[in-house]
């Protein structure tokens, strides 16, 4: 049980289509509820929805994210991209970057560190994964994948107040797998030691789900959780909110 502030982000990931409203309306229900007095539930659809979703949560405080942005602030020639002046202007406040699906396929740390600026410039809420492959996890290389990944992907970035930083192990990510906690809690302590004054929220993805939510919610330093599949289903996504409350 916590008695945090805590935030619950939904990364929708390539999934969903407007039938896909109709599913949210238990969430909308319960966030008007009593049983969610400190938390914020934010949902980052595909680009495809970003619209219809920001206009289906207007009338309660269900919050709206991007899963990515391009890196330059102009209009131009960059078919089949959309910056982040383009996705605040349909409704998004928050943007996931540097997911590890994405690093796979060639994002390096200082395209992230160029698409970071853009949505500060842009005035979004960034959320940046970050987090070691199994290969590198085995190899002991931890903590100096995450210290490059930081360093390197908010390089001279002063302000980091509206940043949040997730914690991603590559190797969790949809395979139903969680570190152990104090493997959890080193790592997150670890994130932690490389921020000065004020400190960005603290996050935990990878196979969250309402079934583990009961271990992961014991994580004293967490401010929240990015959730992938298990949000896509509303019930799950509820269930995950109130148990970590219970």
Partial sequence: MTNKYMYFIANWKMYGNTKSLNTLDKVIKFSKSKEIKKGRLIYCPPNTLI?????KFQNCLIDIGAQNCHENDDYGPHTGFVNSKMLKDIGANYVIIGHSENRE????????????????RAKLKVILCIGETFSEKKKGKTKSILSKQIKLCLDKINKKTNIFIAYEPVWS????????IKELEDSIKFIKSKF?????KI???GS????????????????GFLIGGASQNS???????KKTYN
Avoid at 173 to 180: H, R
Avoid at 211 to 223: E, G, S, T, V
């Fill in 51 to 55: 619209s219809s979703f920001f206009k």
């Fill in 105 to 120: 396929k060639g994002e390096t740390n200082k395209l992230i560190n160029q698409k970071i600026k853009s949505a500060i």
């Fill in 173 to 180: 990510i949809g395979t139903g797998k969680i570190p152990k």
């Fill in 196 to 200: 000065k004054g004020k400190m960005p």
């Fill in 203 to 205: 996050l935990y993805g």
């Fill in 208 to 223: 969250v789900n309402s079934k583990n939510i009961d271990r992961l919610k014991m994580l004293k330093d967490l401010d």
């Fill in 235 to 241: 019930k799950n996504f509820i269930d995950i909110v």
